[in-house]
């Protein structure tokens, strides 16, 4: 198993550009997660999906939109990108744990994706 | 307010000194909580987790409710220990609340 994948591991944009970050699991997981990670920061959430067809804002969604294109993909996409959106990105998810209790989970995270907003 | 707190963001450890990363929470209700670690140039992956009540590579974390706390401690610090540490909480609608980390250098 992969695990979580992220694609691309590396971008640079131009200011007013978009991207989409694609982001793949192959754990069965139910709960997908974006978050962007930032020197003295910690790990902010995007957006969020509870399941396949759901998404839900999080702490710094502006700026951003998600799609949740079926139970294994989730992507983000920046449609102007804009030099405060120059960090890491990491995808997340998680899933049922004994007797398909999917709350409370650890999450499993992909390799990140940096990137530059010149 | 569902809040983690780190208060430090680097802590320097010579190696074999015991090693305390603090992690404080305010949450209302029973939390669930969680260590991650990220080392370099890797992913955030589980370190432990309170309700497992086990030790991972040598780091324990008992969970104190009237302190809220849940600080990571092990006895003998390693080279390898050096990494990125992260305090999260698991609220009721799944999401994950992760503190602003601590970076964990083991000096020789």
């Known amino acids: 198993n992969a695990g979580v994948t992220q694609t691309p591991k590396f971008q640079v944009l131009k200011t007013g550009q978009s991207m989409t970050l694609q982001c793949a699991q192959d754990?069965?997981?139910?709960?997908m997660y974006w978050y962007r990670q930032d020197p003295g920061m910690g790990l902010r959430l995007i957006y969020y999906s509870a399941s396949e067809g759901t998404t839900d804002k999080g702490e710094v969604p502006n700026g951003y939109n998600v799609s949740r294109l079926n139970k294994r993909e989730f992507s983000l996409r920046l449609e102007s990108a804009a030099p405060s959106q120059t960090s890491v990105y990491f995808c997340a998810s998680s899933g049922a744990g004994t007797g398909g209790v999917s709350r409370n989970q650890p999450q499993h995270f992909g390799d990140g994706t940096r990137l530059s907003i010149l | 307010a569902q809040r983690v707190t780190q208060p430090e963001k680097l802590l320097s450890v010579f190696k074999g000194a015991p090693v305390e990363l603090k992690c404080n929470y305010s949450?209302?209700?029973?939390?669930?909580l969680f260590w991650y670690v990220q080392y370099s140039r890797q992913r955030l992956q589980l370190l432990l987790r309170h309700i497992s009540r086990e030790s991972i590579k040598g780091f324990t974390a008992d969970l104190n409710k009237g302190e809220t706390s849940f600080h990571l401690k092990k006895p003998f610090a390693q080279e390898e220990d050096s990494a990125m540490y992260y305090c999260?909480?698991?609220?009721?609608?799944?999401?994950?609340?992760f503190g602003k980390g601590t970076r964990l250098h083991i000096l020789p």
């Open positions: 949450y209302s209700g029973s939390p669930e």
């Open positions: 754990m069965n997981h139910n709960s």
């Open positions: 999260a909480l698991s609220n009721r609608d799944d999401k994950i609340i």
